[in-house]
């Protein structure tokens, strides 16, 4: 074939500037999104995220909790994510710019979970026990237990952990025993309760079509 090198380089530069012309265009319109400064109040959005909740947010992606969590609600109209209260608005990608990677996930298995920390009841205590005995706080649930993240341990004499859990039932550890979250669990926590996008960027605001002022014909 007389032309087959033209054909080859010209196949490869058509492929080669497309590919290079989506990531460039991708680049441009999230690679420079900044914190969002309230004209009011003068604060920055999102906040970083903490030392500790930034190592919490390696153990949620270490044990792969992707597989059955979302970290994206869909605005309305795509889905009954709002009306299922996981979160007052959609997500958008300003609230992700403080996450090296980003969990979005595909399977929904339990709820989604990137606003868990506003719901009413989530506080510390709620996320340990359903961590360490899901079934102790959401009865029927397929959540797995991850109890490797804490330790079950005879109680010092006089010197219970502060940070025991207070189970009981058949949850409770053996007499004379006290269940001590493990740093990875403490971490892990503390990620979770940093998942709360409630803000309202104006990007975030529901699009509404304009109205076209005046008659037609
Ligand atoms: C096999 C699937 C599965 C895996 C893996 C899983 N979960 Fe869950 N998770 C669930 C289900 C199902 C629920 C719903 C519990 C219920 O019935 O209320 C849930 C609930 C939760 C909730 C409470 C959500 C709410 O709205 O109150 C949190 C927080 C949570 N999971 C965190 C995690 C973390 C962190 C990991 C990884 C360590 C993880 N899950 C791994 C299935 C899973």
């Known amino acids: 074939m007389k032309n087959g090198l033209t054909l080859f380089v010209g196949a490869f530069a058509v492929i080669g500037l497309s590919s290079v012309a989506v990531l ?15 004209p009011v109040e003068e604060t920055l959005h999102p906040a970083p995220l903490s030392g ?17 969590h979302t970290q994206q609600v869909r605005r309305d109209g795509f889905g009954s994510d709002i009306a299922r209260q996981w979160g007052v608005r ?8 403080r996450e090296r990677t980003v969990f979005l996930g595909s399977n929904r298995l339990g709820p989604d979970l990137r606003n868990v920390a506003a719901r009413p009841y989530a506080d510390a205590e709620y996320f340990y026990k359903l961590l360490y005995a899901p079934q102790s706080v959401a009865p029927g649930t397929n959540m797995p237990s991850y109890d ?3 330790d079950v341990r005879p109680i010092r004499p006089g010197q219970p952990s502060p940070h025991a859990l207070q189970l009981s039932g058949k949850y409770a550890p053996p ?8 740093a990875r669990a403490t971490a892990m926590v ?3 309760r940093s998942l709360n996008d409630s803000y309202e960027y104006p990007e975030a605001q529901p699009f ?9 014909h």
């Open 24 to 38: 460039f265009s991708a680049h441009n319109q999230f690679g420079g999104l900044t914190q969002y400064k309230d």
């Open 52 to 68: 500790i909740a930034d190592r919490g947010r390696l153990v949620y992606q270490d044990l792969g909790c992707i597989s059955c």
């Open 90 to 97: 959609q997500s958008v990608a300003r609230d992700y710019i």
């Open 148 to 150: 490797f993240l804490f």
């Open 175 to 182: 007499a004379g025993h006290e269940v001590v979250p493990t």
């Open 190 to 192: 503390a990620y979770l």
């Open 208 to 216: 509404v079509p304009a109205v076209k002022q005046g008659g037609g």
